[in-house]
C-alpha cells in the first residue's frame, strides 16, 4: 500500500499493458498521459537511484534530524542541510531560517524551516524546473493550491520562482501520515474511522465544488497536522490533480493513480469523472475498518482483475510493519523519508 507523493514519472513496469505516454501539452491541465503511480509494485522512479528514500507525499516533520551535538562535519544529514541552504534564493533565506532537510523525490528537496520574523514552523518544497516533469509537476501542484483554502486541504503560504527552481512555502504537518497510524493500530473502530472519513469527504467536497479531482487519495496522502489523537487530517499531493473550470468538459480520459485505488472505469479506459475519488475514498474506508486492503496482488495485472471484478472480503491478517518493510523493500527506499 505504498507510494509517496513528489511528482516523478515511473519507468514503464513490464507487466502492464497501458500505454504510459509521457508527451504531454504544457497548456493542458489534464498534464499526465496515461500516468500510473507504480511505487508500490517495485517499479523504480525515473531519475532515482537504486536505494534512494521514495518520493512521499507530504510535508511531515516527522523524521526531521535531531541536534546530536556532534560537529556539523561529522553529521551526514546536517551537511545535507547545509548543502541544500546555500541552493536556495536569497529571497528565501532573507526570510525563511533552513532548519533540517526532511525529504526528497527525484526532481524535489523539502525542508523544514522557520519564518524569522514570526518564528512560525513551515515546510518548503524545493522543486527543480530545469527539468520537464518538476515543471508539469510543480504547475498541477500549483493550479490547485493557489485556488484553494480549506482547514482539512494543506495550505500554501507563498511561491518564490526562479530561471531553474520553484519554491513552495507550505504548511508544516508533524503528526504523520495516515497510513503510519493504521500501521501501529492496525485497524481503527467505527467511531474513529467515521471521524476521519468526515474530514476526508469535508476536504473533497471542497475541492469537487471547485472542479478538482484528486485521483490519487490514499493514506499516505492524508496527513495529520500535529501528533494528538484529536488532530485534523489534510489532504495533500495535487501532483495528479484534474482542474476544471466552470463550463469546462467535466469527464477526464487520463490513465492515472496508485493501482491499489485506481477506480474501474480508469483502468478500462472510458471517460470518468470525480467519481473516481469516491471510489479511492471506498478503498481507504475498507483499509481503516479492517486493517487489510481490498485489492492487493504483486502482479499488476491480477490486481487490476480483482478490481474489475470488484470482490473482496474482510478477512486476511491487519496491515503489518513486516509488511511495510517488505514494500520498502519492494521500492528500494528507507521508508522514513517525508518526501
Known amino acids: 500500500m505504498g507510494c509517496r507523493t513528489s511528482k516523478v514519472l515511473p519507468e514503464p513496469p513490464g507487466d502492464v499493458q497501458l500505454d504510459l505516454v509521457k508527451k504531454v501539452d504544457p497548456l493542458q491541465t489534464d498534464i499526465y498521459k496515461h500516468f500510473i503511480r507504480g511505487d508500490g509494485s517495485g517499479s523504480k522512479m525515473r531519475g532515482e537511484k537504486t536505494g534512494s528514500p521514495p518520493p512521499q507525499a507530504a510535508f511531515s516533520a516527522a523524521q526531521a534530524p535531531t541536534n546530536t551535538g556532534q560537529p556539523e562535519a561529522s553529521d551526514p544529514r546536517r551537511n545535507k542541510v547545509a548543502k541544500y541552504r546555500a541552493k536556495f534564493d536569497p529571497r528565501v533565506t532573507a526570510k525563511y531560517d533552513i532548519k533540517a532537510l526532511i525529504g526528497r523525490g527525484s526532481f524535489s528537496r523539502v525542508v523544514r524551516v522557520e519564518h524569522k520574523s514570526t518564528r512560525q514552523p513551515y515546510a518548503i518544497k524545493m522543486i527543480e524546473t530545469r527539468y520537464r516533469e518538476g515543471r508539469e509537476v510543480c504547475e498541477s501542484e500549483l493550479c490547485v493550491l493557489r485556488r484553494v483554502r480549506h482547514t482539512n486541504i494543506i495550505q500554501l503560504m507563498e511561491v518564490f520562482e526562479t530561471a531553474e527552481r520553484v519554491y513552495m512555502v507550505m504548511e508544516l504537518a508533524t503528526g504523520g501520515e495516515l497510513f503510519d497510524r ?158
Open 182 to 339: 493504521i500501521i501501529a493500530r492496525g485497524s481503527f473502530t467505527e467511531r474513529d474511522a467515521t471521524r476521519v472519513l468526515q474530514m476526508v469527504l469535508d476536504g473533497v467536497k471542497y475541492l469537487h465544488t471547485l472542479g478538482i479531482t484528486h485521483r490519487d487519495l490514499k493514506p499516505e496522502n492524508l496527513l495529520y497536522y500535529h501528533p494528538g489523537a484529536d488532530s485534523k487530517i489534510m489532504v495533500t499531493d495535487f501532483g495528479l490533480a484534474s482542474t476544471r473550470k466552470k463550463g469546462d468538459e467535466c469527464l477526464m480520459k487520463t490513465t492515472c493513480g496508485t493501482p491499489e485505488y485506481i477506480a474501474p472505469e480508469i483502468l478500462v479506459r472510458k471517460p470518468y469523472t470525480n467519481a473516481v475519488d469516491m471510489w479511492a475514498l471506498g478503498v481507504i474506508s475498507y483499509i481503516l475498518l479492517s486493517g487489510t486492503m481490498p485489492f492487493e496482488d504483486d502482479n499488476r495485472m491480477r490486481l487490476y482483475r480483482q478490481i474489475l471484478k470488484g470482490k473482496y472480503s474482510f478477512s486476511g491478517e491487519p496491515l503489518s510493519l513486516h509488511a511495510r518493510e517488505r514494500d520498502e523493500g519492494e521500492r528500494g527506499g528507507d521508508g522514513n523519508a517525508p518526501w
